[in-house]
């Protein structure tokens, strides 16, 4: 009897252990029907604060913000020490040195002699940001969706919403538009206060901004920084730019491989700037707009955050 009874729980055991062989887990947490999709589940401890590069600054953020956004520069990954490389840089960009009257220096001058540095930044052409409501336009050329009526807005809720997307190509005056939101006043970046002390004329440019943004009579939301020139700051051509920096600080280069320094188009910041969409949560630190090899197609941090593959002629 005794042997009877071990060998029963022994083919009870067997059943049980073969049941979980099967095509499907009775504890898999996963849709059965993603099983055959190539789909990377990982977890998030703490819900990010901040999608927008010209304020995210922390490590549960950057696992988004790297995949989505595009910096000039970016670190090899198998490398150590860890070395720089081109992201949509042509090339680690060249410094040259100035002295007061303007006079290019050698590479190897003091820093005693240096009045500012230029950094000449050159982006790789056909580089597109992913699909986005922000660039869609009419036959006209009017922008379909940057000025929405009461009716349009009632009819939003997530920016899946939106029935038609476009894109468009990479800029390098998406690069300075960045840049110059370091400075905007309604933004809290944690570096402007470093950069004030090495991007040429960024403190003075915060102090126009800001009061152009007093001087708005009409209740807009919206700051166009393409009206203002930064000093430090200038599109050379279409894929080019350059950046100024006071003296010299060698250790700019490794700044250019943040998301601060990545492009944003003036589209998606006038965009999210309508009040009805920030009223939503619909803005950049919840709906990020990049060029990079992803996009955040879903953010329910209660829930998941999706990140989807982003086609490379989207």
């Not at 540095?117 to 050329?141: D, T």
């Not at 350059?242 to 910041?269: N, S, V």
């Amino acid at each position: 009897m005794e042997k009877l009874v071990i060998t029963s729980w022994l083919l009870i055991l067997q059943a049980f252990l073969l049941s979980a062989c099967g095509d499907s887990n009775w504890n898999n947490p996963y849709s059965t029907a993603d099983a055959e999709k190539n789909i990377l589940y990982n977890v998030f401890t703490e819900r990010p604060k901040h999608l927008d590069p010209v304020q995210s600054y922390s490590s549960n953020e950057i696992q988004f913000t790297a995949q989505i956004y595009e910096s000039p520069l970016q670190y090899h990954y198998l490398k150590r020490p860890f070395a720089l490389i081109p992201a949509t840089a042509r090339e680690i960009p060249y410094v040259k040195y100035f002295d007061d009257a303007g006079n290019q220096l050698a590479g190897d001058a003091q820093a005693a002699d240096i009045a500012y540095s230029i950094y000449e930044i050159s982006i790789k052409p056909g580089i597109l940001f992913q699909p986005h409501p922000a660039f869609v336009s009419n036959a006209q050329g009017d922008w379909l969706y940057h000025d929405l009526n009461e009716q349009e807005m009632a009819a939003v809720f997530k920016l899946s919403d939106f029935p038609q997307t476009a894109t468009r190509e990479l800029l390098a005056e998406d690069y300075v538009y960045q840049i110059k939101r370091l400075a905007h006043p309604r933004l809290h970046s944690p570096i402007y206060g470093l950069m004030t002390d090495y991007i040429v004329g960024l403190s003075d440019y915060a102090q126009v901004l800001k009061q152009a943004d007093q001087d708005q009579s009409d209740g807009k939301t919206y700051l166009d920084l393409r009206d203002y020139q930064l000093a430090g700051v200038q599109v050379v051509d279409r894929y080019t730019y350059r950046i100024k920096i006071t003296g010299k600080y060698p250790q700019f280069t490794y700044w250019l491989a943040m998301p601060f320094f990545a492009p944003i188009p003036w589209e998606a910041d006038r965009f999210y700037s309508q009040k009805g969409l920030i009223q939503k949560n619909i803005t950049l630190d919840w709906y990020p707009v990049g060029t990079g090899p992803y996009m955040l197609t879903e953010n329910n941090p209660n829930l998941r955050m999706v990140l989807e593959k982003k086609s490379q002629f989207s």
